[in-house]
């Protein structure tokens, strides 16, 4: 059974406040003009609530437990999350800008189990880099880079489409994208060394970058004017060079987030 907890803030401070007090340094050190006090009004407009994340666990012997943490979809000044992604506007480009991102990710794992034994831990990521969301007249487009300034020292770029299905009560955002992750990102958090080969039941494991294409939906539904209920589920296929790491026991990943929202206007 699928256990559930709440993150605390010392689990998740070297990922949070790291991204926190970077980013809203550069939106402060970020001078606006009256125009540009107009375009990027300093207020919370968008969805703030609670919400429950889950991502089944690829690697042997892990299960994953689902986390209770703070949701955000919203814009205030310059600055602005989108569910995981933090980040800052800075020039106009296009139909958007181009943004300095971070990101909220637990995708590191102990390795505290029998079938991990003689592997090390793998930390948290923590991705910084640049990227751009363009809403165009037939969809939305997100680009991300990032690189991991924690222990892979890898890169991660993403690119997604989202389209938009309005009816009464439910909206729909359909998703398709794909992520390419560096061979340092893959090799730590999948590789396995030459040292824990001879420490543990593995032999050693040198995986290549991944391409991951993937597909998801968000729906958004009201339950009054200002309180929503939403609903996120993602399916990612992985790559060769994921699974046919030893210490991965899946060919896709999976991830599901249900949040209660107030949306400000």
């Given at each position: 059974?699928?256990?559930?907890?709440?993150?605390s803030?010392?689990?998740?401070?070297?990922?949070t406040?790291?991204?926190?007090?970077?980013?809203?340094?550069?939106?402060?050190?970020?001078?606006?003009?009256?125009?540009?006090?107009?375009?990027?009004?300093?207020?919370?407009?968008?969805?703030?609530?609670?919400?429950?994340?889950?991502?089944?666990?690829?690697?042997?012997?892990?299960?994953?437990?689902?986390?209770?943490?703070?949701?955000g979809?919203?814009?205030?000044g310059?600055?602005?999350?989108?569910?995981?992604?933090?980040?800052?506007?800075?020039?106009?480009?296009?139909?958007?800008?181009?943004?300095?991102?971070?990101?909220?990710?637990?995708?590191?794992?102990?390795?505290?189990?029998?079938?991990?034994?003689?592997?090390?831990?793998?930390?948290?990521?923590?991705?910084?880099?640049i990227?751009?969301?363009?809403?165009?007249?037939?969809?939305?487009?997100?680009?991300?880079?990032?690189?991991?300034?924690?222990?892979?020292?890898?890169?991660?770029?993403?690119?997604i489409?989202?389209?938009?299905?309005?009816?009464?009560?439910?909206?729909?955002?359909?998703?398709?994208?794909?992520?390419?992750?560096?061979?340092?990102?893959?090799?730590y958090?999948?590789?396995?060394?030459?040292?824990?080969?001879?420490?543990?039941?593995?032999?050693?494991?040198?995986?290549?970058?991944a391409?991951?294409?993937?597909?998801?939906?968000l729906?958004?539904?009201?339950i009054?004017?200002?309180?929503?209920?939403?609903?996120?589920?993602?399916?990612?296929?992985?790559?060769?060079?994921?699974?046919?790491?030893?210490?991965?026991?899946?060919?896709?990943?999976?991830?599901?987030?249900?949040?209660?929202?107030?949306?400000?206007?």
């Amino acid at each position: 059974m699928t256990c559930v907890r709440t993150i605390s803030l010392r689990h998740m401070a070297g990922v949070t406040i790291l991204l926190a007090f970077a980013l809203l340094g550069i939106g402060t050190a970020c001078a606006q003009t009256k125009a540009g006090a107009e375009e990027f009004p300093m207020r919370i407009e968008g969805d703030v609530g609670v919400g429950g994340y889950y991502t089944r666990s690829i690697v042997r012997g892990r299960t994953a437990p689902a986390h209770v943490l703070p949701y955000g979809y919203f814009d205030y000044g310059r600055m602005f999350a989108r569910i995981d992604t933090l980040g800052v506007k800075t020039v106009k480009m296009g139909y958007g800008y181009l943004e300095l991102v971070g990101r909220v990710s637990l995708e590191g794992f102990k390795a505290d189990t029998a079938s991990l034994r003689g592997l090390t831990d793998r930390k948290n990521p923590i991705p910084i880099g640049i990227g751009t969301f363009q809403e165009t007249p037939v969809g939305a487009f997100f680009v991300n880079a990032f690189y991991d300034v924690n222990k892979s020292q890898g890169g991660l770029f993403e690119a997604i489409y989202a389209g938009e299905v309005v009816t009464p009560g439910v909206t729909l955002y359909p998703q398709i994208g794909a992520e390419y992750l560096s061979k340092e990102y893959v090799g730590y958090y999948y590789g396995v060394s030459t040292q824990e080969a001879s420490a543990s039941q593995y032999g050693a494991y040198q995986p290549g970058g991944a391409f991951n294409p993937f597909v998801a939906v968000l729906a958004d539904t009201r339950i009054t004017e200002e309180v929503h209920l939403n609903f996120y589920l993602r399916h990612r296929w992985l790559a060769s060079s994921i699974q046919g790491s030893p210490i991965v026991g899946s060919k896709s990943m999976d991830t599901a987030i249900i949040a209660l929202t107030y949306r400000f206007k």
